[in-house]
């Protein structure tokens, strides 16, 4: 990508994580909350390459960290990054740098939603289970009754959407040329 449009681009995706972390709702039994944040996630490693993935989820974060409210629910501060939660926001940049790394050249809802599925959703859920763990001093049960399990329907529907919009704004992008995927009408 050239620098000015791969700035753009990154911003843009920043710009739509942070948007994204105020679609929310807590749920009762778990510290943690349902987010969209994960489906902007998704849409980030699928039209970004894999670098770029990775440092617009670590600005985020970094956002976050510094006290400007963007994290989910529209909290904020590094208190959150290293809290119960906190091995959900860790394990982000890695999961979906791995979900771009691998979402392939063709621009494929299959694929894409695979690859969210597959290595993001669980990475993610593996992150966020060892800090609920470790923090909250719980066995591995009561981890995966609050990290993983009531998650795991909406994360499917999220990666489904975001592999729908991936394909989208791909295909827009690849019209408007100068765009380096192939166009495979899965």
């Given at each position: 990508m050239e620098s000015t449009k791969k700035i753009t681009m990154v911003a843009m995706c920043v710009a739509f994580c942070c948007i994204s972390a105020y679609i929310t709702f807590p749920l009762p039994f778990t510290p943690g909350m349902v987010t969209a944040v994960t489906l902007a996630f998704g849409v980030t490693a699928f039209v970004l390459p894999p670098k770029e993935t990775a440092l617009a989820i670590c600005l985020y974060l970094a956002l976050g960290a510094i006290g400007i409210p963007v994290l989910p629910g529209g909290t904020a501060g590094l208190g959150r990054i290293l809290g119960p939660t906190g091995g959900f926001y860790l394990a982000w940049p890695?999961?979906?740098?791995?979900?771009?790394?691998?979402?392939?050249?063709?621009?494929?809802?299959?694929?894409?939603?695979?690859?969210?599925?597959?290595?993001?959703?669980?990475?993610?859920?593996?992150?966020?289970?060892?800090?609920?763990?470790?923090?909250?001093?719980?066995?591995?049960?009561?981890?995966?009754?609050?990290?993983v399990l009531p998650f795991i329907p909406g994360d499917i529907m999220k990666s489904l959407g975001a592999a729908f919009l991936g394909v989208k704004v791909n295909k827009m992008l690849a019209k408007q040329g100068g765009y380096t995927v192939s166009v495979n009408r899965n």
């Open positions: 890695v999961a979906y740098y791995l979900v771009s790394l691998l979402k392939g050249r063709d621009i494929s809802f299959k694929r894409y939603a695979v690859m969210n599925i597959v290595i993001g959703i669980p990475l993610t859920y593996l992150g966020g289970l060892i800090s609920m763990m470790m923090l909250m001093d719980v066995d591995l049960m009561a981890g995966l009754a609050m990290a």
